[in-house]
Structures are given as structure tokens and as C-alpha cells.
């Protein structure tokens, strides 16, 4: 399918999820997939547009429920990249037991959380990663509350690629997402996304460290321990106004949840979607059973 009239961005002008569609338009050729190939499930809030404006399969579902619709599509239909998207309130908040859920079961897909510090759709209000003492409608004396900690949280819960990039340098981001796409398993990426209309004060515009890059991280992304010291580290300086990002953890060993269940002979070699959509009897007897319930 290709639309007559590309659908234009509404973003407002100046806002970083341009970054993540000009990254992910660059990252999806070069991991050799084309639209026909390529699932974007996305949640709710400014962020949730984003598959309005890439030319592949798309499904936008409700607010946090991105990533149990991934999971499903790609448990159903393997050969098919999947990558969620969501903002940080969607991802961490509202959806923030999927988030949990899907790391500790390693389902393949890319997971893309585009930070901005605030809930942006809805005006501005207070989200989990906004800083202590950060003035919003909803929290007009400051926010009393400490700020999630994503990347921490997202290896604790068992992601076997953890990255953060900035929407601020979209060929940084482009590598990651490239190396996100092609690792097998949960691969989740905070995406740093300014937000110049709601959150103006947020670090998200200031020069950022290359952690894969710079001499004085000298570190190991397949050492855990490692990655969670420079982690807590990251996460500190962000509210601080340093800003590092890079790819921290991965973990190229451990099986997918797909994989494991092909282990234990609970998967079947056949995907499900080809067996219901190839006119076979399964898709015509479940067809039938949904039209004698509702008759
Ligand atoms: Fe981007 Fe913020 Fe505008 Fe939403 S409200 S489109 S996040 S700048």
C-alpha cells in the first residue's frame, strides 16, 4: 500500500520525535526490511503518531497497551520485524507493567521510549521521568517525586539490550536502532526527546557523551555489573545536566522467549498467522465457532 498524499508530521516544530522518524526511516533499510516486512505498534500521546508517518504496517492501540499487542503480532507472525513505540508516561507509567513483563520474557522486538521528562499530548502534565521539583499543572509546588530510573529498571527486569540515545544526534540514534533491530530478544531504547512547547527546563538539548565512544567510559556492555554502575551513573547526571547515552547492556546468549518455547516444544514450527490465513480449515472452523456464538 502506498498513500497518494504522504500523511505530513503534526509535531510542533522543533520536537525530537522528528529525530526518531528520521532515525528509524534510516535504520529500517539497512537491517534490510522493507514495509511489508515491518510491524509499528504504538501507544497514546504525541509519540503515538509515529506510525502515521512510516510507510509500513501499523497498529496504534491504547494508552501503555503497545507492548502486549507487539507480542502478540510477533509470536503469531515471527518473520515480521516488530518495533513498539511509546512516550515515557505511555511506557513507564500507564504501561509499566508490560514494560516490566515483556523485559523479564526477552520477547523479540525493539522497544523505542521517547523520554521528554512530561506527559506532551495532554499539555504538559507531570510524568515518571520528570525531575524532583519539576512545576506542572498537575504538580503546581513541584513534583515530591523521585524520577523512574529506565534503564536500571529495564536490565533489572531482564532486557538483554539496553541502550539511550538523543533525538538530538539522529545518526547516533540511527546506529542503536540498527543494533537494536538486529539483536534477538527485548531490546529497549530511552530515546531522549525534547519537548520545546511543555518542557523547556528538560536536559534533553545539551551536548551528550558517546559512552561506545569516549575514552574515558571504558567499560564492557556484556559485563551486568558494569552496565549497572554506569547506568545509576547516567541516570544521576542526566538531572544534573550531563547527558550520556550509548548502548550499556546486551546479552547475544540468551534465548528469546520464542526461542525457549521452540525448546520445550510448546511453539509450533509453523506460525500461527500462516495457518489461519492460507484459507486452511483452522481459520474456517474458527470462523464458524464466532458465528454460531453470535447468531
Ligand atoms: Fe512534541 Fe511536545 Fe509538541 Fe508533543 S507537545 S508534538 S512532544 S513538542
Known sequence: YTPEIEPQPTWCPGCGDFGVLKSLKGALPEVGRTPEETLLVTGIGCSGKLNSYLDSYGFHTIHGRSLPVARAAKLANPGVEVVAAGGDGDGYGIGGNHFMHTARENHDMTYIVFNNEIFGLTKGQTSPTSPKGHKSKTQPHGSAKTPIRPLSLSLTSGASFVARTAAVNPNQAQRILKEAMEHDGFAHIDFLTQCPTWNKDAKQYVPYTDINESEDYD?????????????????????????????????????????????????????????????????????????????
Do not use: C
Open 219 to 295: 567499560f564492557d556492555p556484556t559485563n551486568r555489573a558494569e552496565a549497572q554502575e554506569l547506568m545509576r551513573e547516567t541516570e544521576d547526571k542526566l538531572y544534573e545536566g550531563e547527558v550520556l547515552t550509548g548502548v550499556y547492556y546486551r546479552d547475544d546468549e540468551r534465548p528469546s522467549y520464542q526461542q525457549e518455547k521452540q525448546q520445550i516444544g510448546e511453539m509450533p514450527e509453523e506460525p500461527l498467522a500462516e495457518r489461519y490465513f492460507d484459507g486452511d480449515y483452522e481459520w474456517e472452523r474458527s470462523y464458524d465457532q464466532f458465528i454460531d456464538k453470535h447468531k
